[in-house]
């Protein structure tokens, strides 16, 4: 089983729908969860970090769920310049734990 | 305000060979790691560097090397090169201890360098 895994993707979506992308992760000990935006041919770039509370920031909320080790975006009224990868990153540092980022999940935003 | 920034954008190279990738971290940060992104996958963390120390490394061999400056600059070497090194080298900053826990704080990426191995 991989450390961090992401739903495969792609998602394809009209202009103006809400998509939720979905990501487990594997070690309890995980201690800090973000979703990064990667264009293509481009670096990965912070969305926003995710918190137990929730995070909302606009149109994109992130969801973390301890227990079930879980994280979540959502993505509401999406538009053309959301298509993009969307990477999933966990982070810790006990018993060596290091930065772990999924797949990540492919979308495209279609008019 | 300078984001992170890499050296060189594209390189490429022949198999046994040698290379040094270059980062300038963001203005006021101290923390770097380095990172391999192959085609389709997302990036997998080679080591971190913090006080000029090697912090935290993944499961990369010996054949992969760093060194950070006092001027929090670093600098990712890759030895005897095969085609599978073949990938985008990330670097991302970040200030140490912000979230309170080493490895855990927000990270910035520079733009990358493009290593193609033949």
């Known amino acids: 089983r991989k450390e961090v895994e992401q739903d495969p993707g792609p998602f394809n979506v009209p202009e103006g729908a809400t998509v939720a992308f979905n990501c487990t992760y594997s070690?309890?000990?995980?201690?800090?969860f973000f979703w990064y935006r990667q264009d293509c041919r481009k670096e990965p770039k912070l969305l926003m970090s995710?918190?137990?509370s929730g995070n909302e920031d606009g149109r994109f909320t992130a969801q973390l769920n301890r227990a079930s080790q879980y994280i979540s975006l959502l993505i509401r009224d999406s538009k053309l310049s959301d298509s993009a990868t969307y990477l999933c990153v966990v982070t810790g540092n006990t018993g060596g734990f290091k930065t772990i980022f999924g797949a990540g999940t492919r979308l495209f935003v279609k008019a | 305000d300078a984001g992170v920034t890499q050296s060189p954008t594209h390189l490429i190279k022949t198999r046994g060979q040698q290379v040094t990738l270059r980062c300038s971290p963001k203005s006021g940060h101290d923390t770097v790691s380095w990172y391999q992104q192959a085609l389709g996958q997302g990036p997998q963390f080679i080591f971190q560097?913090?006080?000029?120390?090697?912090?935290q490394r993944g499961n990369f061999p010996d054949r992969f090397s760093g060194h950070q400056f006092p001027n929090y600059s670093s600098e990712l070497n890759v030895n005897a090169l095969w085609l599978g090194d073949s990938a985008l080298y990330l670097c991302a900053s970040s200030i140490h201890g912000t979230s309170g826990r080493m490895g855990t704080d927000t990270q910035y990426f520079g733009p990358g360098t493009r290593l193609t191995v033949l």
């Open positions: 560097y913090y006080e000029e120390e090697e912090r």
């Open positions: 995710v918190y137990s």
């Open positions: 070690n309890s000990a995980s201690q800090s």
